[in-house]
């Protein structure tokens, strides 16, 4: 059965700040690696897919990474505004049943 | 231009009376989910259809169904709510199942309470 653990469970950072978001994963047979964003009280925005056959994806300010073989991802986040404030949830695909199996997520304070 | 609507924003029901969320896409999208999310936990799938094809999560209680009358709406009912069914009620989708570069598109969430 997958376990995505992530660590650590909050996070404040003054703005500006390069951070760096860590999940970890237990079946490293895995179709996809989703990073996620949450605001309080709503629903799920994607934010970057790397696919098994991947290392890295980059959308602006975010790069994402993945190593399969030691059960990691990291998410990294540049030059941190205090708009990134959200919980950042990571999600894997494993199996054959389209099954997104979540972090409990990191919540994160970016702060003037 | 949202693309996966979920209705209503937030919802309140009594304990034991029944209770129908509702989900629409118009990504013509072939799976779509239904996932539980309680405070400060993890999104927990309760079940997906592929198409007609309806799977259940072998620890969904049976308390939860589902419907899917076509395509673009899909529903969760749940029969008899219990103050452990207070939540927010994610519904998703996405292209095809299990792939490398399948992307799951989420809705704006249901937040029920159970008076």
């Known amino acids: 059965k997958q376990e995505v653990t992530q660590i650590p469970a909050a996070l404040s950072v003054p703005e500006g700040e390069n951070l760096v978001l860590n999940c970890s994963f237990t079946?490293?047979?895995?179709?996809?690696l989703q990073w996620f964003r949450q605001d309080p009280g709503k629903g799920l925005t994607s934010l970057l897919l790397i696919q098994s056959s991947q290392r890295e994806q980059t959308s602006g300010r975010l790069n994402a990474s993945l190593d399969k073989s030691s059960g990691r991802s990291t998410l990294y986040i540049a030059a941190s505004q205090p708009g990134d404030s959200a919980t950042y949830l990571c999600a894997l695909v494993t199996g054959t049943a389209s099954k997104l199996t979540f972090g409990t997520g990191t919540r994160l304070q970016v702060t003037l | 231009d949202a693309m996966v609507i979920q209705n209503p924003r937030y919802q309140v029901t009594q304990f034991g009376k029944p209770v129908t969320l509702s989900c629409s896409q118009t990504?013509?999208?072939?799976?779509m989910y239904w996932y539980q999310q309680k405070s400060s936990q993890a999104p927990k799938l309760l079940f997906h259809?592929?198409?007609?094809?309806?799977?259940n999560e072998a620890d969904t209680p049976d308390n939860f169904q589902s419907r899917r009358p076509n395509t673009s709406f899909c529903f969760l009912d749940i029969r008899s709510p219990g103050l452990g069914d207070a939540a927010m009620y994610l519904c998703?989708?996405?292209?095809?199942?299990?792939?490398?570069?399948?992307?799951?598109?989420f809705g704006s969430g249901t937040q029920l309470s159970v008076l």
């Open positions: 259809y592929y198409d007609k094809d309806f799977n």
């Open positions: 079946d490293s047979a895995i179709y996809n």
């Open positions: 990504l013509n999208h072939n799976v």
């Open positions: 998703a989708t996405s292209r095809e199942r299990a792939a490398a570069n399948e992307k799951l598109f």
